[in-house]
């Protein structure tokens, strides 16, 4: 279950992001009022609203603002009207990409997300054009002095599926539905994860070269400041050089 980890590249991509991620308690409000809509607001019996409050706290989003949006997704509070849409499309070097959104007014959202695809020289394409590439995946990473037999161990007893062994950390992969009992059980063990959260990871890889890396960065960035977009993954490998070059 050891070797290469393709959430590295996430991570190192993320790391950039987030420093200039200043919507992201807005955005993490949404995805709270909307979860909780669909799965009610209790946190034990809706996994993805579990997810989406793990997200928040790592944001160091206080418990009370986290509370008034499951209150207003669970119909105690009046809430927006919003509807999720995932747009998909090909980006430098072929890259494919998943952007999702949350929305009030689709005909906004796609004018939006398509005018940034096409600044940067890249194209929308059709529902189930990439998609089937991502899967749905919780990632929980630890330190890497902790023992790699006792996360293994604990993990799998609570349902992961694969534990993947860096330099830098112990990543352990979960469905949604195992997410929530995977991290109780290694907590309970007291082993503390240094993050935890449900991605899209890429079931292929392709590596691009500094000047198509630098384009999808930007077209990256360009979404993820949308109001509109809440999430936006690609399958774009970037090798340690570019990174290195490029400091994400």
């Given at each position: 279950?050891?070797?290469?980890?393709?959430?590295?590249?996430?991570?190192?991509?993320?790391?950039?992001?987030?420093a200039k991620r200043g919507?992201?308690?807005?955005?993490?409000?949404?995805?709270?009022?909307?979860?909780?809509?669909?799965?009610?607001?209790?946190?034990?019996?809706?996994?993805?609203?579990?997810?989406?409050?793990?997200?928040?706290?790592?944001?160091?989003?206080?418990?009370?603002?986290?509370?008034?949006?499951?209150?207003?997704?669970?119909?105690?509070?009046?809430?927006?009207?919003?509807?999720?849409?995932?747009?998909?499309?090909?980006?430098?070097?072929?890259?494919?990409?998943?952007?999702?959104?949350?929305?009030?007014?689709?005909?906004?959202?796609?004018?939006?997300?398509?005018?940034?695809?096409?600044?940067?020289?890249?194209?929308?394409?059709?529902?189930?054009?990439?998609?089937?590439?991502?899967?749905?995946?919780?990632?929980?990473?630890?330190?890497?002095?902790?023992?790699?037999?006792?996360?293994?161990?604990?993990?799998?007893?609570?349902?992961?599926?694969?534990?993947?062994?860096?330099?830098?950390?112990?990543?352990?992969?979960?469905?949604?539905?195992?997410?929530?009992?995977?991290?109780?059980?290694?907590?309970?063990?007291?082993?503390?994860?240094?993050?935890?959260?449900?991605?899209?990871?890429?079931?292929?890889?392709?590596?691009?070269?500094?000047?198509?890396?630098?384009?999808?960065?930007?077209?990256?960035?360009?979404?993820?400041?949308?109001?509109?977009?809440?999430?936006?993954?690609s399958n774009a490998k970037?090798?340690?050089?570019?990174?290195?070059?490029?400091?994400?």
């Amino acid at each position: 279950m050891a070797g290469h980890s393709k959430w590295a590249n996430i991570k190192h991509r993320k790391a950039g992001q987030d420093a200039k991620r200043g919507k992201v308690f807005t955005k993490i409000i949404r995805e709270l009022t909307v979860a909780a809509k669909i799965g009610g607001g209790n946190v034990s019996d809706n996994p993805r609203l579990r997810a989406v409050v793990d997200k928040a706290l790592n944001a160091n989003m206080t418990r009370d603002t986290i509370d008034r949006a499951i209150a207003r997704g669970s119909g105690s509070a009046e809430s927006e009207n919003l509807e999720e849409l995932t747009y998909e499309g090909y980006g430098p070097g072929g890259v494919a990409i998943l952007c999702q959104t949350l929305t009030d007014n689709k005909n906004r959202t796609v004018a939006e997300v398509r005018h940034g695809f096409s600044k940067y020289g890249c194209s929308l394409g059709t529902s189930g054009s990439v998609s089937y590439l991502f899967t749905q995946t919780g990632i929980i990473s630890f330190a890497s002095h902790f023992s790699e037999e006792e996360i293994m161990e604990h993990a799998l007893d609570a349902g992961a599926h694969d534990i993947v062994v860096t330099a830098d950390s112990i990543d352990v992969m979960t469905t949604l539905e195992s997410f929530g009992a995977v991290q109780d059980s290694l907590k309970d063990a007291g082993i503390e994860s240094v993050s935890a959260e449900m991605t899209m990871l890429a079931s292929s890889e392709i590596d691009l070269n500094q000047g198509d890396a630098e384009k999808l960065l930007q077209l990256i960035e360009h979404l993820e400041d949308l109001d509109d977009v809440q999430n936006v993954f690609s399958n774009a490998k970037f090798s340690a050089d570019i990174i290195a070059k490029l400091q994400i």
